[in-house]
Nanobody, 137 residues
Framework: QVRLVESGGGTVQSGGSLRLSCVASGGFVAPYNVYYIGWARQAPGKEREGVVV???????HYADSAKGRFTISRDNAKQTVYLQMDSLNPDDTAMYYC????????????????????????????WGNGTLVTISS
């Protein structure tokens, strides 16, 4: 599996911004630039939810919760993905995880990372340990 390390979390006031980073190293079975890289988050007492996934060419796919506020980008030369988060609010408080994988398809509800409802999901099998984001009101 690919080793992923997240950073950039912290505590900011509502309306503020944070920039998360996800650096990948080792364990690749394909060139980094073909991997889907995604961000998911999990708030206390809630299920994990997909936030955004970026394709190898930089094409993003945002969940509704992230559209208009979050921007994902990737630097394939640095094997790094960035998540710029603006207009943060207390509902964004969660542990944010970076994940990587090679497959996109139709999966059962309990498998894969989704950024929109339905059967289509990204099968991301490498996960980082997460970075905590706390938004104060």
């Amino acid at each position: 599996q690919v080793r992923l390390v997240e950073s950039g979390g912290g505590t900011v006031q509502s309306g503020g911004s944070l920039r998360l980073s996800c650096v990948a190293s080792g364990g690749f079975v394909a060139p980094y630039n073909v991997y889907y890289i995604g961000w998911a988050r999990q708030a206390p007492g809630k299920e994990r939810e997909g936030v955004v996934v970026v394709e190898g060419d930089g094409t993003p796919h945002y969940a509704d919760s992230a559209k208009g506020r979050f921007t994902i980008s990737r630097d394939n030369a640095k094997q790094t993905v960035y998540l710029q988060m603006d207009s943060l609010n207390p509902d964004d408080t969660a542990m944010y995880y970076c994940a990587a994988g090679l497959q996109f398809g139709q999966y059962p509800a309990n498998r894969g990372l989704r950024v929109e409802p339905g059967p289509w999901a990204y099968d991301l099998n490498s996960w980082g340990n997460g970075t905590l984001v706390t938004i104060s009101s």
